[in-house]
């Protein structure tokens, strides 16, 4: 172990962490503002990396470009405690999030974050709601990202951009602690050192400044992202309006949130996604919601449901013998968002696979008792190595959380869980940092 002094002064005990070190020593800062975001996240993707096993050259390639691209892509650091910009990506107002991915028929994990790029105009009459900082960070580091395509990003930020006379009626009609972010972009660090890019756009600023309901604008985005072969996501966005409409004028209408692309050329098959915040408090409702109210079918809906079971019954202590159980009432009114990953097509039946987020926060427990129960999830799903150390990792990516006390509380953010063919089942544990607590 290797003592470790953060930049305010207070002292831990620290992983060692040799790529780090190597890395901090061919590195220097030239702002404060740079020299904050990479003292308060650095440790914490170099552990992740690490304790993942990832290689020596893949954890200094991914080390050096977030250094490089990440850290001045943050904005100015925060002064007293508050944030700079304070987009409320997260709970705790941290501006940045990180995930372990794990797929059940792979021993590999892939660690993932995500941010919303910012800039010194962020939140000043320049650019007072942040439109400008996701653009000129994508378009900088499209040069040193293969594969990159901005195509559909700059098709969806059209689509959800705020004219700029109309942004003071969007900010006075924000409802109070409303997210605040209006694009957020995603990496995913395969082990082979290759980056995978996706953004996310949230809809309502543009729907409350037009008066146009987020899902229709939503849907009008995906419509239009029409192939010359033909190929379209009509069926698949006809299928998730047709369930919406029934809610229509209902105090418990699910919530149209944002949409999403892969950052890649377009293609046959190609992924978008819609995101959908709905109350989901029995496994009942999570499953009317999941399937579109049986508008979607198959062997891979069944078998994500089934998946989705048992992780609910694992969360909640139900028992399957129980025959309510599915109609009990977890945590009253809780609302999960349902992602619809759809892939175009020819015809007029959807292609959907569908991957549920639940918060964690709401679970009324420590990061501590949530990493055992990850843990014995993953046992159980045939991953003992990765249980047996899930919770020390944690604590040692978050030495100032108190995991490993059981005393800290919103590490976990949210859980997602979908199942594929390829992958089988499939879950991310999104994890704040939680860095204007730990480093302010």
């Known amino acids: 172990m290797a003592s470790s002094i953060t930049s305010n002064g207070v002292g831990h005990m620290a992983e060692a962490l040799p790529i780090l070190d190597e890395v901090n020593q061919e590195i220097h800062s030239d702002t404060e503002d740079r020299a ?27 080390l050096h470009w977030f250094y490089k691209w990440v850290s001045p892509a943050l904005g100015p650091r925060p002064i007293n405690g508050k944030p ?5 990506l997260t709970r705790d107002l941290s501006p940045f999030e990180f995930s372990i991915n794990w797929r059940e028929k792979s021993r590999e994990r892939i660690i993932r974050f995500d941010f919303e790029p910012s800039t010194k105009q962020a939140g000043t009459a320049t650019d007072p709601i942040n439109q400008l900082g996701a653009k000129e960070f994508m378009n900088t580091i499209s040069n040193d990202v293969p594969g990159l395509d901005l195509t559909r990003f700059n098709q969806f930020l059209e689509a959800t951009n705020v004219p700029s006379d109309g942004v003071d009626d969007a900010i006075a009609k924000l409802p109070p602690n409303f997210p605040r972010f209006r694009v957020v972009v995603a990496f995913d660090l395969e082990h082979s050192g290759n980056l995978m890019v996706k953004s996310y756009f949230m809809a309502h600023w543009r729907a409350l400044q037009g008066g146009i309901p987020a899902k229709t604008m939503i849907s009008d985005a995906v419509r239009a992202c029409k192939g010359p072969d033909g190929l379209s996501y009509d069926g698949s966005m006809d299928a998730i309006m047709s369930y919406l409409s029934t809610f229509e004028g209902q105090q418990d209408e699910p919530v149209a949130w944002f949409l999403s692309n892969d950052c890649i050329a377009d293609t046959p098959g190609m992924r978008l996604k819609v995101y959908i915040l709905a109350e989901a408090d029995s496994l009942t409702k999570l499953n009317e919601v999941y399937t579109l109210g049986g508008r979607l079918k198959g062997a891979h809906i069944t078998a994500s449901l089934e998946g989705i079971r048992e992780l609910w019954y694992h969360l909640f202590g139900l028992s399957g013998s129980d025959q309510t159980s599915n109609d009990k009432v977890c945590i009253d009114k809780m609302k999960c968002v349902f992602v619809y990953e759809m892939r175009s097509t020819h015809g007029s039946e959807p292609d959907i696979n569908v991957k549920i987020d639940i918060p964690m926060w709401q679970l009324g427990k420590s990061d501590g008792q949530l990493s055992e129960m990850m843990a014995s999830w993953f046992e159980r799903h045939g991953h003992p190595d990765f249980a047996a150390r899930y919770k ?8 100032k959380h108190g995991i490993t006390e059981n005393k800290g509380v919103g590490t976990h953010t949210f859980m997602s869980i979908k199942h594929t063919p390829k992958t089988g089942l499939y879950m991310a544990m999104y994890l704040s940092p939680k860095i204007l607590e730990v480093y302010s």
């Open 392 to 399: 020390s990792d944690l604590n040692k990516a978050f030495p």
């Open 84 to 88: 700079y910009y304070a987009s409320r």
């Open 36 to 62: 904050f975001w990479w003292e308060a996240i650095s440790g914490t993707l170099a552990t992740l990396l690490q304790a993942n096993q990832y290689s020596d050259e893949a954890q200094r390639h991914y």
